[in-house]
Each structure stands twice: as structure tokens, then as C-alpha cells.
Nanobody
Framework: QVQVRESGGGLVQAVGSLRLSCEFS????????AAWFREGPGVQRELVAV???????TYADSVKGRFTISRDNAKNTVSLQMDSLKSGDTAVYYC??????WGQGIQVTVSS
């Protein structure tokens, strides 16, 4: 069974920064994508950012220009640098690789 370790969440003031990391116990080099999702209060889980195996990256419109996803295949990690945080970014964040390997979720709270 693949183990996933998420780290980096917490409480931050608006316009601050946080960095989330996800380390997988299996190689991710062949994973077609590595992604971050989030689930805010009363909101369905949504895609935040995805880094595909071909090097392409896609962001949700709500985080473009503020968040940066990075994928390190050598270390089996995927990270999410979050800058200029807003209260609307408050959510539980989940990393994911296919077919359905999810992190346990990590809370990010942005105070205004």
C-alpha cells in the first residue's frame, strides 16, 4: 500500500505564504500527473493545480499567478507554493497521483 505524507499546512494571515509538500512511498516518475485539490467549507473538492508527466502545468483560475506547483520525480514529491493567500483559500488540501492515491488532507487557514 502506498504511503503518503503531507506537510506544511497551518494558519497564516492574508497575503502571507505557505508551502505544502507531499511525499509518496512509491515512484511517481511514470505517473501521468501529480495534482493538488482542495475542499473548502461547504464547497465541493476542486482541482487547484496539476503537473503532468509531459511537463505541462495547469492552474485553477482562482489561484493563477499566486500558486506554483512543482514535481520532483527523483524525490517522489509534489509541492505547492502558495503566495498572496486570501481568506478564500482556506480549505483542506489534498495531493493526488493516479489511479486514486490521495494524501490524507492538510488544513490551510487564512485569517483576514
Amino acid at each position: 500500500q502506498v504511503q503518503v505524507r503531507e506537510s506544511g499546512g497551518g494558519l497564516v494571515q492574508a497575503v502571507g505564504s505557505l508551502r505544502l509538500s507531499c511525499e509518496f512511498s512509491t515512484s511517481i516518475v511514470s505517473s501521468t500527473y501529480a495534482a493538488w485539490f482542495r475542499e473548502g467549507p461547504g464547497v465541493q473538492r476542486e482541482l487547484v493545480a496539476v503537473a503532468k508527466r509531459d511537463g505541462s502545468i495547469t492552474y485553477a483560475d482562482s489561484v493563477k499567478g499566486r500558486f506554483t506547483i512543482s514535481r520532483d520525480n527523483a524525490k517522489n514529491t509534489v509541492s505547492l507554493q502558495m503566495d498572496s493567500l486570501k481568506s478564500g483559500d482556506t480549505a483542506v488540501y489534498y495531493c493526488k497521483i493516479p489511479p486514486a492515491i490521495w494524501g490524507q488532507g492538510i488544513q490551510v487557514t487564512v485569517s483576514s
